[in-house]
């Protein structure tokens, strides 16, 4: 017999954390957990402020609706519902089937805070190619030009991310690129989104080498997988996409390109973190996911991020919101 609950889960966040115009104090979302009379499986259902097109407010009426079909075993159309409860649910689906490895990809790009002898310490812990990421276009973008130069010059091993989520005009991205060392932009992995429209981005890529990847651009209307000059990558934050299944689809499809696809986090909690973990370790093995914001928490929920010590909110001192 069919059973299901969702749950509502409040986690403090760490006091630095910003989205965009946002302070994030803490994150708010829903557990939908699954039981198919033998198994036990739960998804996580939690819209990004300031990124996700619906709240989570109806976030939780579009995922009773999904449940509710689910129980009376009608036929599911996931991506037709909104993309968190999408992906939440067919995390969940997933699981029930024991369909999603239990190994998981726990090797996150570091998120740099501008000191290198921090990043440093972290590179030193990675095995393998030592990457890392920086946020860019928050300020002025001869100073991002600059520190990104100045870690590339120091750490000769190095290869970086980089993510200006469209936040630059063509002459500003001209303004971050003329302070990066020619002979350093090839340790550029990729930058995402660098300008306010794909057009720019491109262009900005054909003058300066400096390769690009889509990310907010995966998430247009219409957007589909194709050979670009200079795009050498695709970032899937499932969370903000869609259903586990369209987020595969995406990843082959970026895969018989050539292209890199790299599973990403929209912040959260420990429970869809480690499925991220494990699906970037199922479905894209040969590259490091960007899953390095367990940090920005103040407790993880449900399931422990390998090496994490911070406390552990259970399901069971949460609200149960619905169940039938």
Same mark, same amino acid.
């Given at each position: 017999?069919?059973?299901?609950?969702?749950?509502?889960?409040?986690?403090?966040?760490?006091?630095?954390?910003?989205?965009?115009?946002?302070?994030?104090?803490?994150?708010?979302? =829903?557990?939908?957990? %699954? /039981?198919?009379?033998?198994?036990?499986? $739960? *998804?996580?259902? &939690?819209?990004?402020? @300031?990124?996700?097109?619906?709240?989570?407010?109806?976030?939780?009426?579009?995922?009773?609706?999904?449940?509710?079909?689910?129980?009376?075993?009608?036929?599911?159309?996931?991506?037709?519902?909104?993309?968190?409860?999408?992906?939440?649910?067919?995390?969940?689906?997933?699981?029930?089937?024991?369909?999603?490895?239990?190994?998981?990809?726990?090797?996150?790009?570091?998120?740099?805070?501008?000191?290198?002898?921090?990043?440093?310490?972290?590179?030193?812990?990675?095995?393998?190619?030592?990457?890392?990421?920086?946020?860019?276009?928050?300020?002025?973008?001869?100073?991002?030009?600059?520190?990104?130069?100045?870690?590339?010059? =120091?750490?000769?091993? %190095? /290869?970086?991310?980089?993510?200006?989520? $469209? *936040?630059?005009? &063509?002459?500003?991205? @001209?303004?971050?690129?003329?302070?990066?060392?020619?002979?350093?932009?090839?340790?550029?992995?990729?930058?995402?989104?660098?300008?306010?429209?794909?057009?720019?981005?491109?262009?900005?890529?054909?003058?300066?080498?400096?390769?690009?990847?889509?990310?907010?651009?995966?998430?247009?209307?219409?957007?589909?997988?194709?050979?670009?000059?200079?795009?050498?990558?695709?970032?899937?934050?499932?969370?903000?996409?869609?259903?586990?299944?369209?987020?595969?689809?995406?990843?082959?499809?970026?895969?018989?390109?050539?292209?890199?696809?790299?599973?990403?986090?929209?912040?959260?909690?420990?429970?869809?973190?480690?499925?991220?973990?494990?699906?970037?370790?199922?479905?894209?093995?040969?590259?490091?996911?960007?899953?390095?914001?367990?940090?920005?928490?103040?407790?993880?929920?449900?399931?422990?991020?390998?090496?994490?010590?911070?406390?552990?909110?259970?399901?069971?001192?949460?609200?149960?919101?619905?169940?039938?």
């Amino acid at each position: 017999m069919k059973t299901a609950k969702i749950y509502q889960y409040q986690l403090p966040m760490d006091s630095g954390v910003i989205l965009r115009e946002q302070r994030l104090q803490q994150r708010d979302g =829903l557990v939908i957990e %699954l /039981s198919d009379g033998i198994h036990t499986a $739960r *998804g996580e259902v &939690a819209p990004l402020p @300031e990124f996700s097109q619906e709240t989570l407010e109806q976030a939780r009426e579009d995922l009773i609706s999904l449940t509710q079909s689910w129980l009376n075993n009608e036929e599911l159309d996931l991506d037709s519902n909104c993309p968190s409860v999408a992906f939440g649910f067919s995390m969940a689906l997933l699981e029930i089937e024991k369909q999603l490895p239990q190994e998981g990809n726990y090797q996150a790009a570091p998120l740099c805070s501008g000191d290198p002898d921090d990043l440093v310490v972290k590179l030193n812990e990675m095995s393998g190619k030592k990457i890392a990421k920086i946020k860019v276009g928050l300020y002025e973008p001869i100073r991002d030009g600059m520190v990104v130069n100045m870690f590339l010059e =120091l750490i000769s091993d %190095l /290869s970086l991310r980089l993510d200006a989520n $469209r *936040g630059w005009t &063509a002459k500003k991205a @001209e303004q971050f690129a003329n302070y990066v060392h020619p002979q350093f932009r090839s340790r550029i992995e990729f930058l995402e989104e660098p300008c306010t429209t794909p057009e720019e981005s491109l262009a900005f890529s054909k003058a300066t080498d400096i390769a690009i990847a889509w990310d907010e651009t995966v998430r247009d209307d219409g957007f589909t997988v194709e050979t670009q000059e200079g795009v050498t990558a695709i970032v899937i934050k499932p969370t903000l996409v869609g259903s586990v299944e369209k987020c595969i689809s995406l990843i082959e499809q970026a895969h018989q390109l050539g292209m890199q696809a790299v599973i990403s986090s929209s912040i959260e909690s420990s429970l869809a973190l480690t499925q991220l973990a494990r699906l970037a370790a199922w479905k894209t093995p040969e590259t490091i996911p960007g899953l390095d914001t367990i940090d920005l928490f103040k407790m993880q929920l449900d399931t422990s991020w390998p090496n994490c010590d911070l406390p552990v909110a259970q399901l069971a001192d949460l609200e149960v919101i619905w169940e039938n």
